[in-house]
């Protein structure tokens, strides 16, 4: 949902105010969740903390070997939205899968990777709640996630490389989620 009501922020405001929570409380979260199964790059991370930001995630969840605030490049990438940002680490994408599925019923489970069993990202039908799984930089999203997701997303490639970077992977199916909104 675009809340026009609430006042944006720069990125030099962001970088040097601290958060106010009484405004923090009032931003409108979307049902939406991110998981992030052991992505390594830390401007990768303050990358997908500065999208969840930009749709109002409800959550982000940080698995695995996956960096975790307080982190100077993650915070400098993110340009300080790991603080507006709900956020947890799970030891495990299977625990945070697990955990996510007991406390939000109904939950979609979306892996973004290519496999033999994924779907072009355009052709799934996405329902609130849901959750994005994005994975390792060189290895994707692992086998065992995969196996325990509801359905694998994967976009197109035209040219000679099969992905792309997993925070612009995540931006694009963010923003096709969010076409499917329903509960605005």
């Not at 945070?96 to 355009?122: F, H, M, N, T």
């Not at 849901?130 to 995969?146: D, F, K, N, Q, R």
Request: glycine share 4%; net charge negative; with cysteine.
């Amino acid at each position: 949902m675009y809340n026009n009501a609430m006042e944006k922020r720069t990125a030099n405001q962001l970088r040097k105010l601290p958060v106010d929570d009484e405004v923090k409380k009032k931003i409108k979260k979307n049902p939406v969740y991110i998981i992030v199964d052991n992505v390594l790059d830390t401007y990768n991370i303050g990358s997908i903390f500065r999208l969840a930001d930009a749709v109002a995630v409800e959550k982000v969840f940080l698995c695995g070997e996956t960096e975790t605030p307080p982190n100077h490049r993650i915070k400098k990438a993110s340009i300080n939205t790991t603080e507006w940002v709900d956020w947890e680490y799970a030891a495990t994408t299977l625990g945070a899968i697990e955990k996510l599925r007991a406390e939000v019923p109904g939950v979609q489970i979306v892996a973004v990777e290519l496999d033999e069993k994924s779907v072009p990202y355009d052709q799934i039908e996405y329902h609130f709640p849901v959750a994005l799984i994005v994975g390792h930089e060189t290895h994707g999203v692992s086998p065992e996630v995969l196996a325990a997701s509801d359905v694998i997303a994967e976009m197109p490639m035209w040219g000679v490389n099969i992905s792309l970077n997993v925070m612009v992977s995540l931006g694009v199916m963010l923003y096709e989620v969010m076409k499917h909104d329903t509960h605005k």
